[in-house]
């Protein structure tokens, strides 16, 4: 499915994006609140390496929520939904912001990682998915339990989401040949589930290294529009690209 990528600041970005085009927006921006773990030593995955290195990380502090939520909701059409990972701190000042910009909160999703992290109180194997509403827009499946279990990715670059969890939310918020938006696409996960589905995706990121890893994982889905200076980039190594790529299923099959 086509796709186009970006890297530039995130708000600024989506003030581009045309007025109700997109369907969809799901997204995990580096919150505020990563500062304070690394500062006492448990954010691992933000120490100096390949596959977890502050240069990674340029953090959207909690000031420009407000603006970001104004313009995810401009750019989302009516009766969609937009999902936000964060974790239970952030999800106390993203709720009231995206409130006000107009969104209707319904009530956070967890993502069970299946093992513990790092920490010092009560080590934490989950990440929030806050889960808003523009408009009304009924759920593909209500069966589904709002617990949704998924291993962390290990050896992959830095707070790397599987894929299996963006898929989830896809399912249940999109249609076929539906447009998802990413604005803090990281590596490119919610794109790579996107397209496995049939949905078309916009994504953008900071980070110019990140954008590189994204157009190799979504090149197997055919061309799509990347900014030059990032095509021009040399490519990452296979062996780090092959932990960030689950196995292919079908619209129907079952969860890896």
């Given at each position: 499915?086509?796709?186009?990528?970006?890297?530039?600041?995130?708000?600024?970005?989506?003030?581009?994006?045309?007025?109700?085009?997109?369907?969809?927006?799901?997204?995990?921006?580096?919150?505020?609140?990563?500062?304070?773990?690394?500062?006492?030593?448990?954010?691992?995955?933000?120490?100096?390496?390949?596959?977890?290195?502050?240069?990674?990380?340029?953090?959207?502090?909690?000031?420009?929520?407000?603006?970001?939520?104004?313009?995810?909701?401009?750019?989302?059409?009516?009766?969609?939904?937009?999902?936000?990972?964060?974790?239970?701190?952030?999800?106390?000042?993203?709720?009231?912001?995206?409130?006000?910009?107009?969104?209707?909160?319904?009530?956070?999703?967890?993502?069970?990682?299946?093992?513990?992290?790092?920490?010092?109180?009560?080590?934490?194997?989950?990440?929030?998915?806050?889960?808003?509403?523009?408009?009304?827009?009924?759920l593909d499946d209500l069966g589904i339990a709002d617990i949704i279990t998924v291993p962390?990715?290990?050896?992959?670059?830095?707070?790397?989401?599987?894929?299996?969890?963006?898929?989830?939310?896809?399912?249940?918020?999109?249609?076929?040949?539906?447009?998802?938006?990413?604005?803090?696409?990281?590596?490119?996960?919610?794109?790579?589930?996107?397209?496995?589905?049939?949905?078309?995706?916009?994504?953008?990121?900071?980070?110019?290294?990140?954008?590189?890893?994204?157009?190799?994982?979504?090149?197997?889905?055919?061309?799509?529009?990347?900014?030059?200076?990032?095509?021009?980039?040399?490519d990452e190594q296979p062996d780090l690209l092959d932990s960030l790529v689950p196995p292919?299923?079908?619209?129907?099959?079952?969860?890896?």
């Amino acid at each position: 499915m086509p796709y186009e990528l970006s890297t530039k600041d995130a708000v600024a970005w989506l003030r581009e994006l045309p007025t109700e085009s997109a369907d969809l927006v799901v997204t995990d921006p580096a919150y505020e609140s990563l500062e304070k773990h690394r500062a006492v030593g448990t954010t691992t995955r933000l120490k100096h390496s390949k596959a977890s290195s502050n240069d990674w990380f340029k953090i959207f502090p909690n000031a420009r929520f407000g603006e970001l939520f104004r313009e995810i909701y401009r750019v989302l059409r009516d009766d969609t939904h937009f999902y936000l990972l964060c974790d239970a701190e952030t999800m106390f000042v993203a709720k009231p912001e995206a409130e006000q910009a107009g969104f209707k909160f319904w009530k956070p999703l967890v993502w069970d990682k299946c093992t513990i992290g790092m920490g010092y109180h009560y080590r934490a194997r989950y990440e929030l998915i806050l889960f808003f509403e523009k408009g009304k827009r009924r759920l593909d499946d209500l069966g589904i339990a709002d617990i949704i279990t998924v291993p962390r990715i290990r050896g992959g670059y830095p707070a790397e989401k599987p894929p299996q969890v963006a898929d989830v939310l896809i399912r249940q918020s999109s249609n076929a040949g539906d447009l998802v938006v990413d604005p803090f696409m990281g590596s490119g996960s919610v794109g790579v589930a996107a397209a496995r589905l049939g949905r078309r995706f916009a994504g953008n990121d900071v980070n110019p290294q990140a954008v590189k890893v994204a157009s190799q994982r979504l090149r197997e889905f055919g061309e799509g529009q990347v900014p030059a200076e990032i095509a021009a980039m040399p490519d990452e190594q296979p062996d780090l690209l092959d932990s960030l790529v689950p196995p292919k299923r079908s619209e129907g099959g079952p969860m890896p």
